[in-house]
């Protein structure tokens, strides 16, 4: 019997209907977050809810066929992908070998300006006042060169093409590749080729947000064929001059060889190639008397750098010219030498790749060779002249063999075989055409900023802001080049 002073026993807890959610895992849990909405579905729910869904009826499955068998052939389907290790652009078949074009493609800093607007500017007239007609090379194609019909030609003078970088960007675009491309397409491939690869990298990049390609490498596979067009003709090409002005940019054809990758020699000539100016000039620009000395001087070396005046008759009449200038003036004129920009890191990095250097000049030994000293260069050599030892003035003669083009070019060969290497791997910088045997006799012939005459018989231009430029023809990179020259 309960005690009657007991309180009641309490029934055991249960959830009533009001209590209840229509999830079993959500009733039983010991912890249920807050905020948590009591509409969140969990399994049970599906489960639950699940007589209430229409499920549609399943699509319709292939049989299985078996094991792929000649009964029953596996089904192919052609992704249209093809996946391949290797190609004839890269690396070509045991046994055979494939021939690669490399064009280099330099942006030029200086924009052209576009041939479609006349420029404003005038040619000074015979009288020394302005002439209304304008400069010859600036008249574009929709404008004669003169007002009058008698004296107005038949056709009007044919202009070059608009340049497209306006249009595109300062830089090596895409479509600028594209157009180089289609150019190349044009050309007939050698017997037996069907088609032509092409693959790019960029070597350079400008110092801007976007970071615009300056520089770039195209290699192809196979090139022109030699039948129809040697490489030297190529380089020559209307329309590879018509691409460079149109894109304002400059190519560079080489042969994909080992030795391009690897040169052993470089030989510089040193006027207005290592340093800015013409030595010989500087010389007799300090002549006063008489006071057009050195407009004549520079003169006859103007003529003789454009192939116009043979060069070792051009240099001794100079060099009479200079009669009675004190020997003095060769160490005077050290401070006032120019070092073309990037000739410095350049040398410091071939240095590093153990690659000798040289110069070649056709101006006077004692500064050729002071500097040379200076810049860390291997080999030089220039011309002697005569002085008198009485008063210490030059007598106005050369001493022994001038150093033309043909001594350039037995030179940079003397060198080459002392040292025990292939002229393959020789390249010759020059901006004369008393530089052009040499670039000739070496495996790569490089133009800077040179006459026109010597443009177009180079192996290769650069008309930049930099000699430095001459490390991307031998497929560096612009990281690659920090390196060398750290």
Same mark, same amino acid.
């Given at each position: /019997? ?26 039983? $849990? ?99 006042? $302005? ?52 150019? /190349? ?253 040499? /670039? ?15 443009? /177009? ?30």
């Amino acid at each position: /019997m309960a005690d009657e002073g007991s309180p009641p026993k309490q029934g055991r807890p249960s959830l009533t209907s009001s209590m209840r959610s229509s999830s079993f895992l959500q009733e039983h $849990q010991q912890y249920r977050p807050p905020n948590k909405p009591e509409n969140h579905y969990g399994i049970d729910t599906v489960v639950e809810d699940i007589q209430a869904t229409q499920i549609s009826s399943p699509r319709q499955i292939s049989p299985f066929n078996g094991i792929p068998s000649p009964d029953n052939p596996p089904r192919i389907v052609e992704s249209g992908v093809s996946h391949e290790l290797s190609h004839p652009n890269c690396t070509s078949t045991p046994g055979t070998s494939s021939e690669r074009l490399v064009a280099t493609l330099f942006y030029k800093s200086t924009p052209r300006v576009s041939n479609a607007v006349p420029s404003p500017q005038k040619v000074p007239s015979p009288q020394g006042g $302005q002439s209304p007609k304008l400069a010859d090379a600036e008249i574009s194609a929709n404008l004669g060169p003169s007002s009058s019909l008698d004296t107005f030609p038949l056709e009007p003078p044919t202009s070059g093409p608009d340049p497209l970088d306006h249009i595109y960007g300062s830089h090596i675009s895409p479509m600028c590749i594209t157009s180089f491309l289609h150019l /190349m397409s044009s050309f007939p491939l050698p017997p037996g080729s069907d088609d032509l690869t092409s693959a790019h990298r960029c070597l350079k990049l400008d110092a801007t947000p976007d970071h615009h390609p300056q520089v770039v490498e195209l290699t192809l596979s196979p090139p022109p064929s030699p039948d129809y067009l040697s490489l030297d003709d190529l380089r020559k090409h209307e329309l590879i001059y018509s691409f460079e002005r149109e894109w304002n940019v400059d190519v560079a054809l080489l042969a994909d060889t080992l030795w391009r990758r690897y040169p052993r020699l470089v030989v510089f000539d040193m006027d207005s190639t290592l340093i800015t100016q013409e030595v010989i000039d500087l010389l007799a620009a300090t002549i006063k008397d008489p006071p057009d000395l050195a407009a004549r001087v520079a003169d006859i070396t103007h003529r003789a750098m454009l192939g116009e005046l043979e060069f070792e008759g051009a240099f001794r009449a100079r060099v009479e010219l200079l009669t009675g200038l004190s020997a003095d003036i060769f160490t005077q004129l050290r401070a006032v030498l120019d070092v073309t920009n990037g000739v410095r890191p350049l040398l410091r990095a071939l240095k590093h790749l153990g690659v000798k250097t040289a110069v070649l000049s056709g101006g006077f030994l004692p500064l050729t060779s002071w500097l040379a000293g200076e810049l860390g260069i291997d080999y030089a050599y220039a011309n002697e002249v005569v002085i008198d030892e009485a008063t210490g003035r030059l007598t106005g003669e050369v001493k022994g063999t001038v150093v033309c083009a043909t001594r350039k070019r037995e030179l940079l060969i003397e060198i080459a075989a002392k040292e025990g290497i292939a002229l393959e791997q020789v390249v010759a910088v020059g901006d004369g055409a008393n530089d052009l045997l040499m /670039m000739e006799a070496a495996g790569l012939g490089v133009a800077w900023n040179a006459k026109p005459l010597v443009q /177009m018989e180079a192996g290769a231009r650069l008309n930049g802001e930099s000699i430095l430029d001459l490390l991307y023809l031998f497929g560096f990179t612009d990281q690659e080049v920090h390196t060398l020259i750290a």
